[in-house]
């Protein structure tokens, strides 16, 4: 079942069997070496716990190296939340399929182990799949938080009310527009999609167009979920290697099966402009934050080969401007 470390083709997830009595929800945690962020992480989902009948909350925790996880667990889940410990590392998108596996709900969020929840989430999320039946996944508002919980940005706002979107393909094909800890998705989409692959950056924003493309999606813009950004996580990992631009063009590709013929050349061109202004913008963060000239040009440059506009055109000129004047400077 698990011997590619990266999945080439959605890994299937088996129906529920022989479980009477299924609660509503299935919070999966999965977890490796975040122990400083998962007691909040935990804190903010049993703070609006129904109980276990209607609530499974369990931490997969990924071989980590960095605590004991399971005592952790045990101290701030005081015998509520379930722990797994995988018997060897699997990595990222395993440790997801696992999650969903194990999972026994009707509805499972994925919250990973340094991303936390608001008071509200779950009651505001069933409010969607109770109005709109239809929908195979529902996501509210969300931030973007720093290590020390501290607000940065807000997300691009889909709509004004809660509702199942409008064109919500057209809109997700073109962008990433939606963070993990926001989300939840009904268990019977991914028996039916399978889980997360291919990637390890960007495999979220292949699975939302997967499902655009299958169901609809209901949204509110309430903002009820955090996802961190810090140093330490994948995200910006991948950005200092570069594998992030070499994984979305992997995505972009990916998700051109999921498009309406029609409109696959326009929203493709229209994801590679978009990500390509995303990544040269970012490599000032990675010259600046991460004190990293020679990646932040690499960076520029593969932004400016995704796609050739005027604002890779500016960022790769101004990142090679920047090394320049540093070399010459020494």
Same mark, same amino acid.
């Given at each position: 079942m698990m011997n590619e470390r990266t999945p080439s083709s959605p890994p299937r997830i088996a129906p529920v069997a022989n479980v009477a009595n299924r609660p509503l929800w299935s919070v999966m945690?999965?977890?490796?070496?975040?122990?400083?962020?998962?007691?909040?992480?935990?804190?903010?989902?049993?703070?609006?716990?129904?109980?276990?009948?209607?609530?499974?909350?369990?931490?997969?925790?990924?071989?980590?190296?960095?605590?004991?996880?399971?005592?952790?667990v045990a101290e701030a889940g005081g015998g509520r939340v379930g722990y797994y410990r995988q018997p060897e590392n699997r990595g990222s998108l395993r440790n997801f399929e696992t999650c969903i596996n194990r999972a026994h709900g009707q509805w499972v969020h994925i919250l990973h182990g340094d991303d936390y929840v608001e008071n509200g989430f779950y009651k505001e999320i069933e409010q969607l799949f109770l109005r709109f039946p239809q929908a195979g996944a529902a996501y509210t508002g969300f931030s973007h938080v720093n290590e020390k919980g501290e607000y940065l940005s807000p997300h691009? +706002?889909?709509?004004?009310?809660?509702?199942?979107?409008?064109?919500?393909?057209?809109?997700?094909?073109?962008?990433?527009?939606?963070?993990?800890?926001?989300?939840?998705?009904?268990?019977?989409? =991914?028996?039916?999609?399978?889980?997360?692959?291919?990637?390890?950056?960007?495999?979220?924003?292949?699975?939302?167009?997967?499902?655009?493309?299958? =169901?609809p999606v209901a949204h509110s813009p309430m903002c009820l979920a955090n996802y961190r950004v810090h140093n330490s996580n994948i995200s910006s990992q991948y950005f200092l290697s570069g594998q992030n631009m070499r994984d979305i063009a992997k995505v972009i590709d990916i998700n051109q099966q999921y498009l309406p013929s029609d409109e696959k050349t326009k929203l493709t061109r229209a994801a590679k402009r978009n990500w390509s202004h995303y990544f040269a913008r970012a490599s000032d963060m990675?010259?600046?934050? =991460?004190?990293?000239?020679? +990646?932040?040009?690499? +960076?520029?440059?593969?932004?400016?080969?995704?796609? +050739?506009n005027s604002v890779s055109l500016y960022y790769l000129v101004k990142t090679y401007l920047k090394v320049l004047l540093r070399y010459k400077q020494r």
């Open positions: 945690i999965p977890a490796y070496n975040c122990h400083k962020f998962l007691r909040q992480t935990l804190e903010s989902i049993l703070a609006q716990d129904p109980g276990p009948d209607k609530m499974q909350i369990e931490v997969i925790d990924d071989a980590s190296t960095d605590a004991d996880i399971g005592r952790l691009d +706002q889909v709509l004004t009310v809660p509702g199942i979107i409008e064109n919500w393909l057209s809109i997700i094909a073109r962008f990433q527009r939606v963070q993990t800890p926001a989300i939840v998705v009904k268990r019977c989409v =991914y028996e039916k999609l399978g889980s997360f692959f291919a990637v390890h950056y960007g495999e979220d924003w292949e699975m939302w167009v997967r499902i655009a493309a299958h =169901y990675t010259y600046g934050r =991460y004190k990293s000239p020679h +990646q932040a040009l690499v +960076q520029s440059r593969m932004a400016f080969s995704l796609h +050739q």
